[in-house]
């Protein structure tokens, strides 16, 4: 059975499991978490479970954390694991999971698409070399053992995900030989979630992330819960939507959103500063790194550049620097990070949209995706990552009209006094 734990961040997710998995010492457990810190938190929390995190020195050997990880799961170990390492699990070692009924619990939601950079030429050498086997637009591994060499990673991946090709619509060649709009992404397996007793995925705005698409495509069904709170502060699982933290119902007056029409006029339109914007108007890129450079020179004067966090596409960074902010980047997609939880001053210089060649991936499987769901679930994490997660107000600017109705369209939900508005998200 998979739950699907809703709920908004500080409502108690974690605690919840962390009680749960307390009340099932004989079940056997992996969790997977985002960050170390969170897994020396389940440690802590589950002290009598004895969680251990795979490491490469075992038993007083180097050895990989896959190969670790193997041999705790084949001794009914408890684990506690970040997404990284998940992707590595071999065929093996799902059936390993599956005789000993073994439960997940996923914090926070798993990419199921990553893209991986391999040319058409190579990947027609492992074909043709009886190594990999090609159907349709996937490709996966044969019985022919592959020894060490240049495919290593490729073989060592290949035996845990599947490879797909997916048609984008770029006109332009890629760095590695292949045409432009050819892609290659590593997708999850639904043989991942199918392997374990039961699943509990820990998460916020669920229809948004791609573990939920995963889901739909397969035919997996789930529970949504929530969380409840015990008069005595404890937390568990229960009924959807369940607790809501007080915080949450005064979420406007906590985040400051800048209100200025001559910062603001960059980002009017509703494609204005996308990646493809920016890159196809270069104009914007250098009205935008002078906004900002207001905003931090004479809105925040004073400010201290360790109180600031901001963000852009990766691809801007350098042409959207300047003095007093540069260090204190952050990616717009970071989920989880606790290193910026001191920062009060925040900038969010995009306007999100999916990759078009992963939403016709989704839309091929009958998905259609929420865009601007999506867009708000990032910005809320990536905000969730400042200061307001310990309770105190932010200030932020938001140049992208788009986004920024978004956010506070959301918060105008939160503050709704009816209980089923509060679980419910404000789109355009």
Same mark, same amino acid.
């Given at each position: 059975?998979?739950?699907v734990?809703?709920? #908004?961040?500080?409502?108690?997710k974690?605690m919840?499991? #962390?009680?749960?998995?307390?009340?099932?010492p004989n079940?056997?457990?992996?969790?997977i978490? !985002?960050y170390?810190?969170e897994a020396?938190?389940?440690r802590?929390g589950c002290?009598?479970?004895?969680?251990?995190?795979?490491?490469?020195?075992s038993?007083?050997?180097c050895h990989? @954390?896959?190969?670790h990880?193997?041999?705790?799961?084949?001794?009914?170990?408890?684990i506690?694991?970040?997404?990284?390492a998940?992707?590595?699990?071999?065929?093996?070692?799902l059936e390993d999971i599956?005789? @000993?009924?073994?439960?997940l619990?996923i914090?926070?939601s798993?990419? #199921?698409?990553?893209?991986?950079?391999?040319?058409?030429?190579?990947?027609?050498?492992?074909?043709?070399?009886?190594?990999?086997?090609?159907?349709?637009?996937?490709?996966?591994p044969?019985? @022919?053992?592959?020894?060490r060499?240049?495919?290593?990673e490729f073989?060592?991946?290949?035996?845990?995900?599947?490879l797909?090709?997916?048609e984008?619509t770029?006109?332009? !060649?890629?760095a590695?030989g292949?045409?432009?709009?050819?892609?290659?992404?590593w997708?999850?397996?639904?043989?991942f979630?199918e392997?374990?007793k039961e699943?509990?995925?820990?998460?916020?705005?669920?229809?948004?992330?791609s573990?939920?698409?995963?889901l739909?495509?397969?035919s997996?069904?789930?529970e949504r819960?929530?969380?409840?709170?015990?008069?005595?502060g404890?937390f568990?699982?229960?009924?959807y939507p369940g607790?809501?933290?007080?915080y949450?119902?005064h979420?406007k007056?906590?985040?400051h #959103?800048?209100?200025?029409?001559?910062?603001?006029?960059i980002?009017?339109g509703?494609?204005?500063?996308?990646?493809?914007?920016?890159?196809?108007?270069p104009?914007?890129?250098?009205?935008? &790194?002078?906004?900002?450079?207001n905003?931090?020179q004479? *809105?925040? &004067?004073?400010?201290?550049?360790?109180?600031?966090?901001?963000?852009c596409y990766?691809?801007?960074k350098?042409?959207l620097?300047?003095?007093?902010?540069?260090?204190?980047?952050?990616?717009f997609?970071?989920?989880?990070?606790?290193?910026?939880?001191? &920062?009060?001053?925040l900038?969010?210089?995009?306007?999100?949209?999916?990759?078009?060649n992963? @939403?016709?991936?989704y839309?091929?499987?009958?998905?259609e995706?929420n865009?601007?769901?999506?867009?708000l679930?990032t910005?809320?994490?990536?905000i969730? &990552?400042?200061?307001?997660?310990d309770?105190?107000? *932010?200030y932020?600017y *938001?140049?992208s009209?788009?986004?920024r109705?978004?956010l506070i369209?959301?918060?105008?939900?939160l503050?709704?006094?009816e209980?089923k508005?509060l679980?419910?998200?404000? *789109?355009?």
């Amino acid at each position: 059975m998979i739950h699907v734990c809703d709920s #908004i961040m500080g409502s108690g997710k974690t605690m919840a499991a #962390i009680n749960y998995m307390n009340t099932h010492p004989n079940n056997k457990f992996i969790y997977i978490t !985002p960050y170390l810190d969170e897994a020396e938190r389940i440690r802590n929390g589950c002290k009598n479970l004895h969680f251990v995190e795979p490491n490469r020195w075992s038993s007083g050997a180097c050895h990989s @954390k896959i190969k670790h990880t193997a041999q705790l799961i084949k001794e009914g170990r408890n684990i506690t694991s970040t997404h990284q390492a998940f992707k590595y699990y071999t065929p093996d070692m799902l059936e390993d999971i599956r005789s @000993k009924n073994y439960s997940l619990i996923i914090d926070e939601s798993l990419e #199921i698409l990553s893209e991986y950079d391999i040319s058409d030429d190579d990947l027609n050498i492992a074909v043709g070399a009886g190594y990999v086997i090609k159907d349709g637009d996937t490709y996966s591994p044969t019985n @022919k053992p592959y020894k060490r060499g240049a495919f290593s990673e490729f073989f060592r991946l290949l035996r845990g995900r599947r490879l797909v090709r997916l048609e984008g619509t770029s006109t332009e !060649p890629q760095a590695n030989g292949n045409e432009g709009g050819l892609f290659y992404y590593w997708i999850l397996s639904p043989s991942f979630i199918e392997s374990f007793k039961e699943v509990y995925i820990l998460t916020y705005m669920f229809e948004s992330q791609s573990v939920h698409h995963l889901l739909a495509m397969n035919s997996l069904q789930y529970e949504r819960i929530g969380v409840e709170k015990t008069s005595d502060g404890k937390f568990s699982f229960g009924e959807y939507p369940g607790y809501v933290p007080e915080y949450a119902k005064h979420m406007k007056d906590m985040v400051h #959103i800048l209100e200025i029409p001559k910062l603001n006029a960059i980002g009017g339109g509703k494609y204005s500063l996308s990646v493809n914007s920016m890159k196809n108007y270069p104009e914007d890129v250098d009205r935008l &790194r002078k906004n900002i450079m207001n905003v931090v020179q004479n *809105i925040w &004067r004073g400010v201290q550049s360790t109180e600031k966090m901001w963000s852009c596409y990766a691809g801007f960074k350098s042409d959207l620097s300047g003095k007093g902010y540069t260090r204190s980047f952050l990616p717009f997609n970071a989920r989880a990070k606790n290193e910026f939880k001191n &920062r009060k001053y925040l900038i969010y210089a995009v306007n999100i949209f999916m990759r078009t060649n992963e @939403k016709l991936f989704y839309q091929k499987h009958g998905i259609e995706v929420n865009e601007d769901m999506y867009a708000l679930s990032t910005m809320v994490q990536w905000i969730w &990552r400042s200061a307001i997660r310990d309770g105190d107000e *932010i200030y932020i600017y *938001i140049p992208s009209k788009r986004m920024r109705t978004l956010l506070i369209n959301w918060m105008e939900s939160l503050s709704d006094d009816e209980e089923k508005n509060l679980h419910r998200t404000y *789109i355009l």
